[in-house]
């Protein structure tokens, strides 16, 4: 059974910067994409970002486009989302998500059904 954990949240002001952590283990196995998503209060969980097994393909939201930046280190199992000029509307529980092996190739995940697993989430809380 693979497990996510995310860490790295937290309150900040806007226009600070956070860097989010998702560690993979039991076995992740290879070729799997990543993802981010995000649930504000009283909304439906929203995509944020994905990246394919190489690193090399990147897909983001229009709503964290150029603030955001999605990374991996498949030597760690671990992705990363580095958030910049952070926003009040950007306050969420960031949850993480891996597609089974092989579904890091191809075009982006970016719907929620195309990911086996998920993490608990992360609060982020931007104050203005």
């Known amino acids: 059974q693979v497990r996510l954990i995310e860490s790295g949240g937290g309150l900040v002001q806007a226009g600070d910067s956070l860097r989010l952590s998702c560690a993979a283990s039991?076995?992740?196995?290879?070729?799997?994409?990543m993802g981010w998503f995000r649930q504000a209060p009283g909304k439906e969980r929203e995509f944020v970002a994905t990246?394919?097994?190489?690193?090399?393909?990147?897909y983001y939201a229009d709503s964290v486009k150029g603030r955001f930046t999605i990374s991996r280190d498949n030597a760690k199992n671990t992705a990363y989302l580095q958030m910049n000029s952070l926003r009040p509307e950007d306050t969420a529980v960031y949850h993480c998500a891996a597609t089974g092996a092989l579904g890091g190739w191809g075009s982006a995940r970016t719907r929620q059904y195309e990911y086996n697993y998920w993490g608990q989430g992360t609060q982020v809380t931007v104050s203005s």
């Open positions: 990246i394919n097994w190489t690193g090399g393909n990147k």
């Open positions: 039991g076995r992740p196995g290879t070729g799997y994409a």
